[in-house]
């Protein structure tokens, strides 16, 4: 009767763990809408300092897979002639390691990808205006306080290095 019990037991806990755990699922149709602020920077044209504003937006294409569109903004200095500005608009895509990694949270999306962006910049009258093509990267996560609220952070290459904000999933 005591090895009945115990293997009732057994059976139960591995039953409960089993269905205890469960992860965000990104496939085609899910959406995710990112906004922030950014700050720190690459070299001369975007290190110089100010804080970033930025979007990004990503929509699932395959499983784990999403593909989107990010966009910034920086402009620090004085008003008259030393001011510097720049604005950064590209595509990207990412993969999701949620199931790779076999994470137990519904909450939390870890994710990393790479784009293809436009990058200019202007300062004063010394550089009227500079830009060019760049392939940034980008690492991040999110973490959601509801189940389409919550929150992310960024690390990359481009614009800013460090972007944080609030992240949308629809």
Request: hydrophobic share 40%; net charge positive; proline share 1%.
């Amino acid at each position: 009767m005591k090895k009945f019990f115990a293997s009732l037991v057994v059976a139960s806990l591995l039953m409960t763990c089993t269905q205890a755990f469960a992860q965000m699922s990104i496939d085609k149709g899910t959406k995710f809408l990112n906004a922030g602020v950014g700050v720190g920077g690459y070299g001369y044209y975007t290190g110089g300092g100010g804080v970033a504003l930025t979007a990004a937006f990503d929509a699932g294409v395959a499983p784990n897979i999403t593909v989107g569109g990010v966009a910034g903004y920086r402009s620090y200095g004085s008003v008259s002639t030393y001011n510097y500005r720049s604005f950064d608009i590209g595509a990207r895509g990412s993969y999701h390691f949620n199931e790779l990694l076999k994470l137990t949270s519904d909450k939390v999306d870890l994710y990393a990808g790479v784009g293809i962006s436009y990058f200019s910049f202007s300062y004063g009258g010394y550089l009227d205006n500079y830009g060019t093509v760049y392939v940034p990267i980008h690492l991040g996560a999110r973490y959601l306080f509801s189940d389409n609220i919550g929150g992310f952070a960024e690390l990359g290459s481009s614009l800013a290095t460090l972007k944080v904000g609030v992240t949308f999933k629809f």
